[in-house]
């Protein structure tokens, strides 16, 4: 009998494993992989499904990432928080927020577990995890060996970390180190931020007015299913962007400190008029084009030639081919995404 994954990914595509377990600990969870790979069967770690794209039925077993737990510690200068993988990242906000603990209210609403944070380093409204991750720690699946992993050696870049790279398939993520400073600084460069009063500003008023920004404008997964941020948003040479900002002046664009520009790939497909636009039940969304949404019982097909056009419209006009930043994941594991759609 096979088991859906509907309810394990945020696109709520319908797609099945032929096992499914949910692993409480490193060592279950590690004993699950050695088991399938004595089986001879495919095997992925999945946390709650917000950024993968299933593009057909997985023909082995999913390992789903329950590895809970909250623990404190303080030193003069900041506190230390040590998060089992498999908790919840907002609640994980929420409750630093909750307890007096300030540092993570711009990544507020992010869906997804605290061990999957650092894969992509996740990032919205001026910070990014790299900026309170001390350390990841690891299993080393083959062997159960456990590993911590410091800030630097993980890597990190935009949407980017050595888990997307050599650490892949070798090491399953058990759980993270966060550094929250006490003499906390509001970081207030992006979005409606702008407006508040780095002076009086409150942690709380941080979280609140990133929520607000974020449910104006992206989709309830549990409404219309979605991954958020479909495609990466690409960063380009200085003479291309200078090239485009004589046609489109008013073209969002955000300098990179080590070169080259970085333009908003959502602005990019709306210049191609394509808010709104529909590969069958696939659709772009109308507040934010660079979410793709299932709008209406799409199929994995609908929405992958849906980012095929987007890809083609986009680099048809600007000659900017866009990245996926979503995994797409075939019946045996991680698949090059920009190959299934170019
Ligand atoms: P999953 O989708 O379950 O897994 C992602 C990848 O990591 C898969 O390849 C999986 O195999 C691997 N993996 C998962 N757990 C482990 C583990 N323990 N060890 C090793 N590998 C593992 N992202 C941002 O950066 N900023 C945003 O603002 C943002 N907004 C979003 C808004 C919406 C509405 C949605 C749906 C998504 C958004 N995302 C955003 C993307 C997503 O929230 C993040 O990428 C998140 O970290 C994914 O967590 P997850 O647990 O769902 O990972
Ligand atoms: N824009 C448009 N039309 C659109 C969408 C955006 O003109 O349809 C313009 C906006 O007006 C703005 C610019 O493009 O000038 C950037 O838009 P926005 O602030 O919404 O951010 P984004 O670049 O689309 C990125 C991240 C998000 C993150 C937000 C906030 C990526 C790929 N996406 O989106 O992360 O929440 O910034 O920091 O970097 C995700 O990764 O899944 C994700 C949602």
């Known amino acids: 009998m096979r088991i859906s994954l509907k309810p394990f990914n945020s696109f709520n595509l319908e797609c099945s494993a032929k096992a499914l377990i949910e692993a409480s600990t490193p060592e279950a969870l590690q004993h699950a992989w050695l088991e399938a790979n004595r089986q001879n069967t495919p095997v992925m770690i999945l946390g709650e499904g917000s950024n993968v794209l299933f593009l057909e039925d997985f023909d082995g077993t999913v390992?789903?990432?329950?590895?809970g737990g909250i623990a404190v510690t303080e030193s003069d200068t900041a506190w230390h928080i040590h998060v089992g993988a498999g908790e919840n990242w907002h609640k994980l906000v929420e409750y630093t927020l909750n307890n007096g603990m300030p540092g993570l209210e711009n990544l507020a609403l992010i869906p997804g577990c605290a061990g999957s944070s650092p894969i992509q380093n996740i990032g919205a409204y001026g910070v990014e995890l790299k900026q309170v991750c001390e350390y990841v720690d690891c299993i080393e699946l083959e062997t159960g060996k456990t590993l911590r992993v410091d800030n630097a050696t993980c890597r990190f870049g935009y949407r980017d970390s050595i888990f997307k790279h050599e650490y892949q398939n070798r090491y399953a993520i058990t759980a993270v180190g966060l550094c929250l400073k006490k003499n906390w600084v509001p970081v207030l460069t992006y979005g409606d931020l702008i407006?508040?009063?780095?002076?009086?500003?409150?942690?709380?008023?941080?979280?609140?007015?990133?929520?607000?920004?974020?449910?104006?404008?992206?989709?309830d997964p549990r409404v219309q299913g979605n991954?958020?941020?479909?495609?990466?948003?690409?960063?380009?040479?200085?003479?291309q962007a200078a090239q485009l900002m004589q046609t489109y002046p008013r073209m969002p664009h955000y300098p990179q400190t080590n070169g080259?520009?970085?333009l908003a790939a959502g602005w990019l497909i709306?210049?191609?008029?394509?808010?709104?636009?529909?590969?069958?039940?696939?659709?772009?969304?109308?507040q934010q084009a660079l979410v793709l949404i299932n709008a209406d019982n799409a199929t994995s097909a609908d929405v992958v030639n849906l980012a095929r056009t987007v890809r083609q419209r986009v680099g048809e006009q600007f000659n900017i081919w866009l990245e996926p930043e979503v995994r797409f994941i075939g019946h045996n594991g991680e698949v090059n995404a920009v190959e299934r759609i170019s």
């Open 63 to 67: 390992i789903v990432n329950r590895i």
């Open 195 to 219: 407006q508040l009063d780095a002076a009086t500003v409150t942690p709380q008023e941080v979280f609140q007015s990133v929520c607000h920004m974020r449910q104006t404008k992206l989709p």
């Open 227 to 239: 991954a958020g941020s479909f495609f990466k948003n690409p960063v380009i040479g200085e003479a």
């Open 260 to 262: 080259g520009v970085k």
């Open 270 to 286: 709306d210049q191609c008029q394509l808010k709104g636009y529909q590969t069958g039940g696939a659709a772009v969304h109308r």
